[in-house]
């Protein structure tokens, strides 16, 4: 069932690709003109992803479609294989729909004195990068864009962001990079391991999870090196300080693409390369990550309440929710790690309302400070209700994205971990504290002088958030749509799990 | 009577073009006008240089291996593929030397060596323009001194070849227009500490002749393989040829020279040494330790793995500190001499073909890089102090993603060559189970990455100073040397199979 018979997904990667090289040969005074083309390769892109989707069907046989594989390094027995498994698909589909709504939110204008262009040409690498990622079934493939995704991020960060920006760059590279090449070395050493053990070298994640024995002690150490790269990604405490920097600093439509999109590849990876290559290990490494996220969950939620700087906040806030994604993925149990997937997509798209709110406060105050706010419902009512409704998605109220899963993740987790998911939920109150505190310290009250002056929202920018606010409700009320394409792989991975699949509480449905 | 030995003209025939074509150049000076001498030196170092690659794969396409010129010289996979590397490496290097429109008053060598520096007849020197065309017979020289000494399969001709090989070298540090006293000063250390380390070699040669009874390598070997006892003349004799030969590929402690002798020399010899004299003293240095000394590699790996371990970790330290882009590239060849090591350290099949891939990818990339570097100019000849740097990737964008690019190839960074190369060599030593030294190796990599990222973020992210280098228009020969060196850091990042084959095909030895 390898779908189009032409390779659909090496299509789907290229056009981002592509169209960034067309904006390098277009001239670089044209702003207005680089900006039409990228938003209409990017929405080439997501107009081609809606067609994968609806060509998609996996099943427990064959989870994986649209598979292509090239040989690209015999030698060590590296290929160009991409398929689309149903996570795959959900996380394409959260990168294709928001990449072309942050370029349409990008400013044309020259920022420190570099041109318009190499903002979209970085953005549009970063979606080639996060595309490859998530499609990539040959783990060195894997590793080599995961890695490569540092490079547009960076640049994007360093030449366009606020006036600390090298320092977060510089940070954000190295904490990148260390994981990185940590995760290069277990990678050596899982293929040194398939060597001796099939004969021959693969980076076939379907083989090395299937074919290949990993326990005693030489698996643990490969499995660390995995998953402190991901930890570093996704990012779970204590490695998560390079993120409210990187978010202060970024420019917002940057920080949508790293922490809306890009961030989930750690937990993208420990879904498809720790669970399924290591599955003894993980089990006994998961207490480890349940306290770790219950850990992050609370003490992120603190840290974010006493934030002044509103992006710093959002990257607190997304650290919080990350520890939530980690509890559902190392619960092991089919709901939470089910409510884990739909809170990746959910995540996505609330971070990414949140932010490119943000950006239009920021755009008007020329800061991201709640002090220097006040009153903003009153003269930009339009502003204030798209804030409020990504803020009530983001505290996860019911009917939104957030809501459905967080229940499952803290259902699911409840049929493990009892503790750790009532701890966990404390963090359902905390985000009611840290979103509405800031709502009403920023929008609520008589607007003070320098707001006064605000403009509302343009008709035409509305058109723009209204694809992510009605995603935001579409989730929330159709959460069967995100659940069904990753059923296969999630029964899949209980079997691997060696986890009872079918816990009774699916059956009573919390959505 | 005595017995002529056998020697393979043919096979011997890239030598001999390069010794010939040195000795046309000595002639040359001797009979052809000064005003001619430069074209004619440079025409003919080019067509010796071209020759010598030819027959190179000309020896190689016949499969004419095995070992001549009486048991003394090995003509196999990577004596052939070293020399195709040091060729490649030494004709890029002379490119940059024949370059003439960088520095106003000439070329990078100064125009008579025997005058004093700042004296009046310096003055005047300079005025007529005069060069010392000699340094092209002497590069010559030097370059069959390297071809000899990684197929010297005999101690003594081992020996010879260094001499050759480091001879001409002292000279040709020495002769730097600018900034004499330091090129004078490098001349010196450089040939003091060759010297003893010469010494050194030499004494260690003597005992183990003593110990074996012979000079052959195949001989060597087998006298250690047969004789169950080692004694303690065999592993002293291995400690001072090992301290001889690490002294060469400058690695911890005999680095010191590295950069004093980096910085002083004149840039074209300093790209000489990086790319070409680095080659030929790691390829010495596996046929020695592997071939003759193979039997005692329990004995000699846990030098190696402290020597590789320091290496990295002391090279990326101290590159850290640097203020100046020539100081930091030589300790930058210092960590990646490092990174060699942990490929050699693990002693296995793959060892060689993936450090004879990490070699001719280094060479060219690094010889691109001094030669990027000799275009920056202050008014004292090289601006190679880190400040002098800032902001020139506004400035001159394409010199600036130039030397990015070279960056992240010695960085190692997805889709370059450096990359590939880094893979290759912790793959083999993971394979000879140093697990160790490749973790070392990837947090050495970590601090590295740092160093070149700083320079990164200067380029890129920076102001340009008030009194910011002029960036000279080279001629085509640096043009050429440089769009080389860049061309193939990305393709055989991207596409490594086929230089990957190549090496794995020449990686056995015939004893």
Not at chain 2, 159 to 176: D, N
């Amino acid at each position: 069932m390898s779908g189009f018979g032409f390779p659909a997904l090496i299509a789907l990667i290229l056009i981002p690709l592509v169209t960034a090289v067309i904006l390098l040969i277009l001239p670089k005074e044209n702003a207005a003109l680089i900006k039409k083309v990228a938003i209409s390769g990017s929405l080439v892109a997501l107009v081609y992803t809606v067609f994968l989707g609806i060509g998609f069907a996996s099943s427990i046989d064959t989870p994986v479609q649209y598979f292509v594989s090239y040989p690209w390094i015999r030698g060590f027995g590296i290929t160009f294989a991409f398929g689309m498994t149903g996570l795959g698909l959900l996380m394409v589909a959260l990168t294709a729909f928001l990449t072309p709504i942050v370029l349409a939110l990008t400013d044309t204008s020259p920022t420190n004195g570099a041109s318009a262009r190499g903002a979209f040409v970085w953005l549009l690498l970063a979606q080639f990068c996060a595309l490859g990622v998530f499609l990539a079934r040959d783990l060195f493939l894997f590793y080599v864009l995961f890695e490569a995704m540092l490079v547009p991020i960076y640049f994007l960060i360093g030449r366009y962001g606020g006036a600390k920006r090298a320092q977060a760059a510089t940070k954000f590279l190295i904490y990148g990079l260390f994981g990185g090449l940590v995760m290069l070395v277990a990678l050596i050493g899982l293929y040194v391991s398939a060597r001796s053990q099939l004969g021959f070298g693969t980076f076939d994640m379907d083989v090395l999870s299937s074919a290949i024995d990993l326990s005693g002690s030489t698996a643990v150490w490969i499995f660390l090196g995995f998953a402190l790269a991901f930890a570093i990604k996704a990012p779970l405490i204590p490695f998560h300080t390079w993120l409210p920097d990187s978010a202060e600093q970024a420019p917002v439509g940057t920080s949508v693409m790293l922490i809306g999109v890009l961030d989930k590849v750690g937990t993208f990876g420990m879904l498809v390369v720790l669970l399924p290559i290591f599955p003894v290990v993980s089990a006994q490494f998961a207490p480890l990550f349940i306290v770790l996220a219950v850990a992050g969950i609370i003490y992120a939620a603190l840290i974010a309440i006493a934030q002044t700087d509103m992006r710093r906040l959002l990257a607190y806030v997304s650290i919080s929710h990350f520890g939530f994604i980690v509890l559902g993925i190392f619960a092991f149990t089919e709901i939470a790690m089910t409510g884990a997937i739909v809170y990746m997509v959910a995540h996505g798209l609330a971070t990414a309302g949140m932010f490119l709110i943000l950006g239009e406060l920021i755009e008007r105050r020329g800061t991201a400070n709640v002090s220097d706010f006040g009153g903003v419902a009153k003269v930009a009512p339009r502003i204030a209700g798209i804030f409020l409704f990504s803020g009530l998605a983001t505290l996860a109220l019911p009917g939104l994205a957030g809501f459905v899963g967080e229940i499952m993740v803290l259902i699911g987790a409840y049929q493990r971990y009892q503790v750790a998911a009532v701890i966990a939920a404390l963090g359902l109150v905390l985000a009611a504290v840290y979103v509405l505190w800031m709502y009403q310290r920023v929008m609520g009250g008589e607007p003070t002088s320098q707001v006064t002056k605000f403009q509302d929202l343009r008709t035409s920018r509305i058109l723009v958030f209204a694809p992510v606010l009605i995603a935001l409700v579409m989730v929330g009320v159709l959460p069967q749509a995100v659940i069904a394409p990753v059923q296969p792989e999630i029964t899949q991975l209980q079997t691997s799990l060696g986890v009872a699949p079918a816990e009774p509480l699916l059956a009573g449905g919390s959505e | 009577m005595m017995q002529m030995p056998s020697i393979d003209y043919f096979a011997l025939l890239p030598v001999l073009l390069i010794f010939g074509f040195g000795v046309v150049g000595t002639l040359i000076e001797a009979f052809v006008a000064p005003r001619y001498r430069r074209v004619t030196q440079i025409w003919v170092s080019f067509a010796a240089l071209g020759s010598a690659l030819a027959a190179t794969i000309g020896v190689a396409v016949s499969g004419r291996l095995g070992v001549t010129a009486g048991g003394t010289v090995s003509i196999d996979g990577p004596t052939l593929f070293l020399w195709g590397a040091i060729l490649v490496a030494a004709f890029l290097a002379s490119l940059l030397a024949a370059e003439r429109h960088v520095d106003p008053s000439g070329d990078a060598f100064v125009g008579r060596a025997s005058t004093l520096p700042g004296g009046e007849e310096e003055r005047k020197v300079t005025t007529l323009g005069l060069l010392q065309t000699e340094i092209w017979p002497l590069m010559l020289f030097s370059i069959t001194g390297m071809m000899l000494f990684v197929s010297a399969s005999n101690m003594l001709m081992l020996f010879v070849a260094l001499e050759v090989m480091s001879l001409p070298l002292y000279l040709l540090v020495g002769l730097a227009r600018r900034r004499r006293l330091l090129s004078q000063e490098a001349s010196l250390k450089y040939f003091i500490l060759g010297s003893l380390a010469s010494a050194l070699l030499l004494f260690g040669i003597a005992l183990l002749f003593a110990y074996s009874g012979s000079l052959d390598f195949a001989e060597i070997s087998i006298s250690i393989t047969t004789q169950l006892q080692t004694s303690g003349l065999l592993l002293v004799s291995v400690v001072l040829i090992a301290v001889g030969m690490l002294f060469k590929v400058g690695a911890v402690p005999f680095q010191q020279w590295i950069p004093d002798v980096y910085q002083g020399s004149p840039t074209p010899i300093t790209a000489l040494m990086a790319g070409a004299v680095k080659v030929a003293a790691f390829g010495a240095l596996l046929r020695v330790f592997y071939v003759a000394l193979g039997g005692l590699r329990w004995e000699w790996r846990p030098i190696i793995w402290l020597v590789a371990i320091l290496t990295m970790v002391i090279g990326s330290l101290l590159a850290l500190t640097q203020n100046d882009v020539k100081r930091m590239l030589a300790y930058s060849a210092v960590a990646n001499t490092g990174f060699l090591l942990v490929g050699f350290a693990g002693a296995d099949q793959t060892s060689v073909s993936s450090m004879l891939f990490y070699l001719a990818t280094y060479a060219v990339a690094t010889v691109a890089a001094f030669g990027l570097l000799s275009l920056v100019r202050g008014p004292g000849g090289e601006a190679a102090e880190i400040s002098a740097w800032a902001g020139l990737g506004r400035k001159e964008p394409l010199l600036a993603v130039a030397f990015g690019v070279l960056l992240l190839t010695f960085a190692g960074v997805p889709f370059t060559s450096g990359f590939v190369a880094k893979f290759a060599v912790f793959t083999a030593g993971a394979e000879g189970g140093a697990l160790l030294l490749v973790l070392i190796g990837a947090l050495a990599s970590v601090i590295a990455a740092v160093f070149y990222i700083r320079l990164i973020v200067v380029m890129f992210f920076t102001e340009p100073p008030r009194e910011a280098p002029v960036v000279a228009i080279p001629s085509a020969f640096t043009a050429v040397a440089i769009a080389i060196g860049v061309a193939a850091s990305v393709l055989l990042g991207v596409i490594p199979q086929p230089m990957l084959e190549l090496a794995q095909q020449a990686s056995v030895f015939i004893r």
